[in-house]
């Protein structure tokens, strides 16, 4: 029996994507464009140099003549002959043009083949989880009637009540029809507008709400994250991954323990050479008290600027790993863990290692400019909505690989039941499902990103270092910072703006 077809996916950026591949093509055809100017130019010097000879033939010596008429003659062969400057040129011109067209046409296919839900698609799903939504409640209480009915009771005892399944639902309502990436994108975006020199009503909102977390952890005695530790039972040996799929699995299966913890794979190959990967969890801390770095004040600090708790627990666990600088890293994360492998990606500390890799899975990271020399691959779906809380269309360039699935139309049925819900769709479950899709396509982009991979993909021995965060008792005595703090210093020249907060509990279909 062969497996559940995983959901269909769609893939821009990378190095097939529109931009890396028009990028070649416009700047073959502007050198063919500047080329046929050039000999426009030489045709019209050609001219000129044709009329001299005429003028100089009538008053040169006979001797000499008939050189000058020669010269003439070569003139203008030179300019308008079957292989002279005018034929060259509009030869030039043609494929200049053509070439520009295959760039157009291609940006075209491109943007049909990412828009793979119609416009229309898209409504029908809406009205249609909108229609089951509004109806949700009054079939609960028509079913909660009809099972307290005579006939009602006596059917349910006797375990066949077709009328009380048909009336009560089977579970609650799909709700990603209307409330999905697109929905939430807008919304943000509407509330993101610039105000001058003021912060956007979005930004404003995310501070105000940052600096009250702060305040209500200090309140609530929330332990300081002052280092990391070794988790007892790290450095068992586990299976090399093979794809995105095992990159996604190698997240789920970081223990939260007693206050989270970050891990690093280290594979060791044939050669000597190390490489390693870092999985980074999302949201697992929704209380004001539990010293986990993992909760919604780290994701608040990510948006306006400051270093998150997360980010510094990720960057000693670095720090204490004994990575040399030669050696290559991918950082994997999940929801918030995605946002910290951006951050950590575009820091000063990146300096120190060779971080090659970043992998995103349901993560707003679309506000951090790509740091040229790392190649990024962003996983989400249609269905997503965290993804989508920055309000930023995640950007094409040719490091930098969007792979957006449609969970719905999933041949497993309990990923596209998962893909019904904003919590489903957030969940590790869901994402190893479209790793799996990615991992099964051969689009170019994804084929040259598996090649560029291989120092982490299916080669060499590995062995997991779990690291949980060291805390005080308290950080209630720590200076608060504020929330207009000055943000660390990005490793790229370029600012690095804030992003938005992603990480939902973690769920599995």
């Known amino acids: 029996m062969s497996d559940p077809a995983p959901p269909p996916i769609s893939v821009h950026g990378g190095a097939g994507g529109e931009r890396a591949v028009t990028e070649d093509l416009e700047r073959a055809a502007a050198v063919l464009a500047s080329a046929a100017q050039e000999l426009r130019e030489a045709a019209k010097a050609l001219r000129i140099a044709q009329w001299n000879a005429e003028d100089a033939y009538s008053r040169s010596l006979p001797e000499v003549a008939p050189y000058v008429f020669d010269a003439r003659d070569a003139a203008q062969d030179a300019s308008h002959g079957p292989h002279g400057a005018l034929a060259l040129e509009?030869?030039?011109?043609?494929?200049?043009?053509?070439l520009s067209q295959v760039a157009h046409g291609f940006l075209a296919a491109e943007q049909a083949a990412n828009h793979h839900v119609s416009v229309l698609e898209r409504t029908r799903r809406a009205v249609r989880d909108l229609a089951l939504t509004v109806a949700f409640p009054s079939?609960?209480?028509?079913?909660?009637?009809w099972s307290v009915?005579?006939?009602?009771?006596?059917?349910?005892?006797?375990?066949?009540d077709p009328v009380g399944e048909a009336l009560m639902p089977d579970g609650p309502p799909p709700t990603t029809g209307y409330l999905n990436g697109d929905t939430a994108g807008a919304a943000i975006a509407a509330h993101d507008i610039p105000r001058g020199p003021l912060p956007s009503q979005y930004e404003a909102a995310v501070g105000a709400a940052t600096a009250a977390a702060d305040a209500l952890e200090r309140l609530a005695g929330e332990p300081a994250l002052v280092g990391v530790h070794v988790r007892p039972g790290s450095g068992a040996e586990r299976a090399s991954p093979l794809g995105l799929e095992d990159l996604v699995d190698g997240v789920a299966a970081v223990p939260y323990g007693e206050h989270g913890a970050v891990a690093i794979d280290t594979l060791t190959h044939a050669d000597g050479t190390r490489s390693h990967i870092v999985s980074?969890?999302?949201?697992?801390d929704?209380?004001?008290?539990d010293a986990s770095p993992f909760d919604w004040l780290s994701n608040g600090q990510a948006v306006?600027?400051?270093?998150s708790d997360t980010a510094r627990l990720v960057a000693l666990a670095l720090e204490r790993h004994g990575i040399r600088a030669t050696e290559p890293v991918m950082l994997v994360g999940h929801s918030q863990g995605g946002i910290v492998a951006a951050t950590i990606a575009a820091s000063e500390a990146a300096d120190r290692l060779a971080i090659t890799h970043v992998v995103t899975a349901g993560s707003p990271i679309d506000r951090n400019a790509p740091i040229d020399g790392v190649e990024y691959i962003h996983l989400s779906s249609l269905q997503e909505t965290v993804h989508q809380l920055d309000g930023v269309r995640t950007p094409d360039a040719a490091n930098v690989i969007s792979v957006v699935a449609d969970l719905e139309q999933?041949?497993?049925?309990?990923?596209?039941?998962?893909?019904?819900?904003?919590?489903?769709?957030h969940a590790l479950g869901s994402y190893a499902a479209i790793g799996r899709a990615a991992d099964a396509s051969l689009r170019p982009s994804l084929t040259a990103w598996r090649s560029g991979a291989s120092a982490f993909l299916g080669s060499g021995e590995m062995a997991r270092t779990e690291y949980a965060p060291a805390?005080?008792?308290s950080r209630a005595t720590e200076p608060s910072p504020g929330p207009n703090a000055p943000p660390s210093p990005p490793r790229d020249p370029r600012p690095v703006p804030g992003i938005s907060p992603g990480g939902i509990p973690e769920l599995r279909p």
């Open 90 to 98: 509009r030869e030039l011109d043609d494929v200049s043009a053509r």
């Open 139 to 145: 079939r609960v209480v028509a079913g909660a009637a």
């Open 149 to 160: 009915t005579p006939l009602g009771t006596a059917m349910r005892i006797t375990g066949d």
């Open 280 to 284: 980074i969890p999302g949201t697992a």
């Open 286 to 289: 929704h209380t004001l008290w």
């Open 304 to 307: 306006v600027g400051r270093t």
């Open 410 to 425: 999933s041949g497993d049925p309990a990923v596209a039941a998962a893909g019904a819900s904003v919590l489903g769709a």
């Open 471 to 473: 805390v005080t008792p």
